[in-house]
């Protein structure tokens, strides 16, 4: 006892000095093995615990370009006390998006921090699912769901059903209002991503023209003062927003900082994700009474989770949905995947839309071309019905799409896990080593691309020159690309035509910038549009 009071003691009086030396030699030790490391790199300096954190903006695909600006097509950064390669050429990414299930860089990033399994993610959904087993369960299920024929028709028919309906809102303020496009393109995919992923139909369009309407009657009375509850939709809306800023922090955000410095955003985060999982689960079973109780010669609506349920049942088979593997998915398979739809069918989608039309407006050759083109596969007369099989004849649309998607992706950085000892980039890598492609840097390098600030749609058309194998990511890229590419396109299209077909679409002011910024997905905000119907 005496020996433990006479440490406690001299501890007590001693703490700054004793503190001092552990910094110290943490310090050191730190640095000793920054100086010492492997393959040193060029890159900015780092600090201890923090990395270079603390360089890092609001705009973090921003900061990745000046850093590969700076730096060279292969640099390191340190989040937190991780090393991270960063790689901006297409030969350099090669081996990382190879499509065999056998690839050395399956895993996105090991689970060391934890923040995937407080977030449940480690082992759920496909997007950082760390677990290759049910990775591949999870993947065949939602592929199979995405790309099933009768899922991609209904898509189509409700695509062109929302279109119809925010164009009833558009005409109700007349045809001389200017809209914030994005912010209406957000709510529209919100819709039709609801209807395809649960089978309910969404308001988010009916609540953002009634908060427009709102405004403006506002505007007129200013004492009045009603408040009105958000709807349903948006209240989602704002969760799964909340969602996909929160998968940054818990992937980033060393457990120290997480769980003492920043405890209110870490429980925030969590709480936020408990009530996404309660609102989907009731969706589920809600969904699965419905199924029961529908006959079986009566048709199903063909939605995410609808095929999901029925998958491997006599429905299924009927739905193209026979998945040769010998279970369902259970509850939290099906809302894990179904928050993963969400994610990915309303952000990116509404944003690629919104970076075209800024850029058919800025070049009216290109949209002109398009014009063009939509004239010559469905006429003159702006009120012959757009069909499905129509879509695959838009072969210079889909060049726009590409060119808008080289300049700025939808997703701009992404990074995977070596499992075991490589060599990229000459250099031999140890198993662990992280690696993050910059798809924004590969598509901006001229080493791939002619005069690749340019927006010039031609390059993706027969007869141009060659693209490098990985120069374009515009869906990521080997066993990991997006499963749902197929839908975002078919949306994305059917809009567009729709749109210009009906409309001259131009910017309210001609001289205005490309306003975007890069958080977990690339957002554009404050576009405004002026849209003039061509019917009468």
């Not at 998607?405 to 980039?425: E, H, K, Q, V």
């Not at 924004?440 to 060659?466: T, V």
């Amino acid at each position: 006892m005496a020996l433990a009071s006479v440490l406690l003691t001299y501890l007590a009086s001693n703490w700054l000095k004793i503190s001092l030396v552990l910094v110290v030699t943490y310090v050191t030790r730190y640095y000793y093995n920054y100086y010492n490391r492997k393959n040193p790199l060029p890159g900015p300096f780092p600090l201890p615990i923090l990395g270079n954190l603390l360089q890092v903006n609001s705009d973090f695909a921003l900061w990745a370009d000046t850093l590969q600006e700076k730096y060279g097509d292969m640099f390191e950064v340190y989040l937190g006390s991780q090393r991270h390669i960063w790689l901006g050429r297409a030969d350099l990414v090669e081996k990382i998006y190879s499509a065999s299930t056998k690839s050395n860089y399956f895993i996105h990033q090991p689970d060391s921090h934890g923040g995937l399994a407080e977030l449940d993610m480690a082992d759920k959904g496909l997007v950082l699912n760390c677990d290759l087993n049910a990775w591949k369960l999870n993947r065949k299920f939602l592929t199979t769901s995405l790309m099933a024929s009768s899922f991609l028709k209904q898509s189509f028919d409700e695509t062109k059903a929302r279109f119809a309906e925010i164009e009833s809102y558009w005409a109700k303020f007349g045809h001389d209002k200017e809209f914030d496009f994005p912010k209406w393109m957000t709510r529209f995919f919100t819709d039709t991503t609801m209807v395809m992923t649960t089978g309910r139909k969404a308001t988010a369009s009916s609540a953002y023209y009634q908060e427009l309407s709102r405004e403006l009657n506002n505007d007129n009375n200013k004492n009045n003062n009603n408040k009105i509850e958000p709807a349903e939709t948006e209240v989602f809306l704002d969760h799964l927003m909340t969602w996909e800023h929160s998968m940054k922090f818990f992937v980033l955000i060393p457990p120290i900082l997480r769980h003492y410095i920043l405890y209110y955003y870490n429980e925030k985060f969590k709480q936020n994700k408990a009530w996404l999982d309660e609102y989907l689960f009731g969706l589920i079973r809600n969904r699965k009474l419905e199924i029961e109780r529908t006959a079986e010669n009566v048709p199903l609506h063909m939605n995410v989770l609808t095929l999901l349920v029925i998958a491997n049942t006599p429905r299924g088979m009927k739905a193209e949905m026979k998945i040769d593997v010998p279970r369902s998915l259970t509850d939290k398979e099906i809302s894990s995947n179904m928050l993963e739809v969400f994610a990915g069918g309303i952000e990116t989608t509404a944003n690629s839309v919104s970076f075209i039309l800024y850029y058919l407006s800025k070049h009216s050759q290109y949209r002109e071309r398009f014009l063009q083109e939509i004239q010559s596969i469905l006429g003159d007369d702006i009120n012959t019905p757009l069909n499905y099989e129509h879509l695959d004849k838009f072969v210079f649309l889909d060049a726009i799409i590409k060119e808008s998607a080289r300049l700025n992706p939808a997703i701009s950085l992404f990074f995977r896990t070596a499992a075991n000892d490589d060599t990229i980039g000459g250099m031999d890598w140890d198993a662990g080593t992280m690696f993050f492609t910059n798809f924004h840097g590969i598509h901006m390098n001229k080493a791939h691309w002619k005069d690749p600030k340019e927006f010039n749609p031609e390059r993706f058309l027969k007869g141009a020159d060659p693209i490098p194998k990985f120069a374009l990511m515009q869906f990521g890229a080997g066993m990991r690309m997006c499963p749902g590419r197929h839908w975002a396109l078919l949306q994305i299209k059917t809009l567009l035509i729709l749109l210009y077909r009906r409309y001259e679409v131009e910017l309210a002011d001609k001289n205005a910038p490309l306003n975007h910024v890069y958080t977990v997905v690339n957002h554009v905000y404050d576009l405004n549009i002026k849209f003039t119907p061509k019917y009468k």
